[in-house]
Nanobody, 123 residues
Framework: VQLQASGGGLVQAGGSLRLSCAASGRTVRTYTLAWFRQAPGQERKFVASIIWNGGSIYYVDSVKGRFIISRDNAKNMVYLQMNSLKPEDTGVYYC?????????????????WGQGTQVTVSS
């Protein structure tokens, strides 16, 4: 499975961005998909994950009510709609795939990773 993230950019605080991640190589229809981010000088951290049918979704507390993760299994895609962005949301955002159909939030659970897309939120 290869993952390609896109959609990052520079945005002012309070603005919105939509990240996309395209999977190729095989279908990820049954995989759990997730987004992680890595702020400058920090470790990569969990942001959100979504189970294969969208029936279970999990967010880190800091993005609840602002970010929405979704997926389109027909297109082999996962998305992250980011609203009300804050400077502390700045970082490189990575999409990840786990071939187990359960919600997970730990980096070690994910088998496949995209290359990351930079999100910068200015104050």
């Amino acid at each position: 499975v290869q993952l390609q993230a896109s959609g990052g950019g520079l945005v002012q605080a309070g603005g919105s961005l939509r990240l996309s991640c395209a999977a190729s190589g095989r279908t990820v229809r049954t995989y759990t998909l997730a987004w992680f981010r890595q702020a400058p000088g920090q470790e990569r951290k969990f942001v959100a994950s979504i189970i294969w049918n969208g029936g279970s979704i999990y967010y880190v507390d800091s993005v609840k009510g602002r970010f929405i993760i979704s997926r389109d299994n027909a297109k082999n895609m996962v998305y992250l709609q980011m609203n009300s962005l804050k400077p502390e949301d700045t970082g490189v955002y990575y999409c990840a795939a786990d071939n187990m159909p359960v919600i997970r939030a730990v980096e070690d659970a994910f088998d496949y990773w995209g290359q990351g897309t930079q999100v910068t939120v200015s104050s």
